[in-house]
């Protein structure tokens, strides 16, 4: 039986090149709503994709902000914990690692993030404080001089500090501190390179 007007066919090619009739086997409204539903499909997929793009963009970012190398070579004399004050004997917290190292010997930014403090503060002398974002700030204690000043922007890897002997100090050395959300942290928890 051949088509009718009322019939609506489809031409495919044949084997031959020749094209043969048949009738198709959706409506065409029920073509439409599968494309309706194959649109919002790829709508969906295509913000699916937007959201892991930013998710693995901000999870860069973290990384190249997460202080996860030493800021200057040396031994560690005093870890992250308690411990017996050097001056007064007294167990007390220490916040922070202490590296010591020759006197000017290069302090480097440990990841990307704002210096937000570089001065004078109390017993840690001269003093260097950078916010890597999501929380986690770092600070450098005891230093000789200051490379960077407050407002700049440093990378991983950046001069930013002289190891030094300035404030309640023993001899020089780096007191270096990692923060999150104000919380001290133990340095050896973020360094990858130990």
Known sequence: MGPTESEPTTNLPASDNQFVRSKPSETPKAL???????????????????????????????????????????????????????YTGERVMHAGLDIAGPHGKEVLAPSDG???????????????????????????????????????????GQLIAGLGNTGRS?????????????????PRKFILDE
């Not at 969906?44 to 930013?54: D, H, I, T, V, Y």
């Not at 770092?138 to 991983?156: I, N």
């Not at 023993?170 to 133990?186: C, K, M, W």
Request: aromatic share 8%; hydrophobic share 35%; no cysteine.
């Open 114 to 156: 704002t210096v937000v403090f570089a001065g004078l503060e109390g017993g840690y002398g001269n003093v260097l404080v950078i916010d890597h974002g999501y929380g986690i700030k770092t600070r450098y204690g005891h230093l000789s001089s200051l490379r960077v000043k407050a407002g700049e922007k440093v990378k991983r």
């Open 32 to 86: 439409s709503e599968k494309l309706d539903k194959l649109s919002a499909e790829a709508v969906r997929q295509e913000q699916s994709l937007q959201e892991l793009q930013a998710y693995f963009q901000d999870q860069r970012s973290l990384l190249a902000s997460t202080p996860s190398v030493w800021p200057v070579r040396g031994w560690v004399t005093s870890d992250f914990g308690p411990r017996a004050d050097p």
């Open 170 to 186: 023993t001899g020089p050395h780096l007191h270096y501190e990692v923060r999150v959300n104000g919380i001290a942290q133990n």
